[in-house]
C-alpha cells in the first residue's frame, strides 16, 4: 500500500494522515530495534570489528564478543582508567555480552562452532 510522506500529507492538509504517519506505538524515542532477535558472534579483536558490530548492537542486535584467554588486546590501549580497561574499548564494546574462550583448543573449538 502506497502512502503520502508526513511531508507530503502536511503539505495537501491532510491532519489525520499526518498523525498517522508520525506516531505509532512501536515508535519510542531514542530506541532503534531494527535488527532485535538477530544474534551475532563477535570473534574480532582491536578496532576496526569491534565498531562495526558495536553499529549493530546500536540497532537492536544481540552481539556475543568472543575473547581470547588473554582477554581483547584493546583492553590495554591508552591509559587504561576504569578497571584497567581503555575508554576506545569500552567505546567500541558497549552493549555486548562477552566470553572467554580458547579457540586453539578443541573444547574452546567445540563451544564456537
Not at 548492537?57 to 584493546?74: H, N, R
Request: charged share 25%; glycine share 8%.
Amino acid at each position: 500500500m502506497v502512502r503520502a510522506s508526513p511531508q507530503r500529507a502536511e503539505a495537501y492538509g491532510d491532519a489525520k494522515e499526518v498523525a498517522r504517519l508520525r506516531w505509532h506505538p512501536d515508535r519510542r524515542p531514542g530506541v532503534i530495534d531494527h535488527l532485535k532477535g538477530l544474534r551475532v558472534v563477535d570473534v574480532s579483536q582491536n578496532l576496526a570489528g569491534p565498531y562495526c558490530t558495536q553499529i549493530l548492537a546500536d540497532l537492536g542486535a544481540e552481539v556475543i564478543k568472543v575473547e581470547p584467554p588473554t582477554g581483547d588486546a584493546s583492553r590495554a590501549w591508552a591509559p587504561p582508567l576504569w578497571g584497567g580497561r581503555s575508554p576506545m574499548f569500552l567505546s567500541v564494546n558497549r552493549g555486548k555480552r562477552s566470553i572467554q574462550i580458547d579457540l586453539k583448543s578443541e573444547e574452546g573449538k567445540d563451544l564456537l562452532w
